[in-house]
T-cell receptor, first 115, second 111 residues
């Protein structure tokens, strides 16, 4: 079974703090994604990575950065957390071109609260 | 116009009802159509996948695609309380590994 794990289920941080969200997948997937999910707005793509050290901006990259030093690990960084970054953060991974379905496998999510 | 539109609901039905969930999309280049199911406090999981017009059945679930109308549907027969979840349509258009997601419809099936 594909497993995507996220470092924390719940996180509370203060405004201005630097926040790291970690994601690890165990299936040697090429692609990894970070989304945020908010009521009424659905899933919005923040960043994705299609290879180690490669990244591409999604729809809402402002205020975020990412790091992918190893294939299995993709980190989301909030350089200076703000209250409008309070959200559910979901990590996903996919095979890439090897999978005609382009299915994405999701982690359980991290609910981040910034106070 | 957004690329994928999905009525966010919520939708509440009695056990045993037939449920119809729908999405419309704007880009005729879209190739693959998926439905994800997300239980409360969990990540989404792929439920159904199709790439052509027509119907695809899997047990109580039927995915339907009408490419001429740019309309996709998910039907749930004999709905159960365990079907209570948020259902998201997702579409792959090619050229990138990104999926385009609908906003999700929260379904509650009451016993």
């Amino acid at each position: 079974d594909v497993k995507v794990t996220q470092s924390s289920r719940y996180l509370v941080k203060r405004t201005g703090e630097k926040v790291f969200l970690e994601c690890v997948q165990d299936m040697d997937h090429e692609n990894m994604f970070w989304y945020r999910q908010d009521p009424g707005l659905g899933l919005r793509l923040i960043y994705f990575s299609y290879d180690v050290k490669m990244k591409e901006k999604g729809d809402i990259p402002e205020g975020y950065s990412v790091s992918r030093e190893k294939k299995e690990r993709f980190s989301l960084i909030l350089e200076s957390a703000s209250t409008n970054q309070t959200s559910m953060y979901l990590c996903a991974s996919s095979w890439g071109l090897a999978d005609a379905r382009h299915e994405q496998y999701f982690g359980p999510g991290t609910r981040l609260t910034v106070t | 116009q957004k690329e994928v539109e999905q009525d966010p609901g919520p939708l509440s039905v009695p056990e045993g009802a037939i449920v119809s969930l729908n999405c419309t999309y704007s880009n005729s280049a879209f190739q693959y159509f998926m439905w994800y199911r997300q239980y409360s406090r969990k990540g989404p999981e792929l439920l159904m996948y199709t790439y052509s017009s027509g119907n695809k059945e899997d047990g109580r679930f039927t995915a339907q695609v009408d490419k001429s109308s740019k309309y996709i549907s998910l039907f749930i027969r004999d709905s159960q309380p365990s079907d209570s979840a948020t259902y998201l349509c997702a579409i792959y258009q090619g050229g990138s590994e990104k999926l385009v997601f609908g906003k999700g419809m929260k379904l509650t099936v009451n016993p």
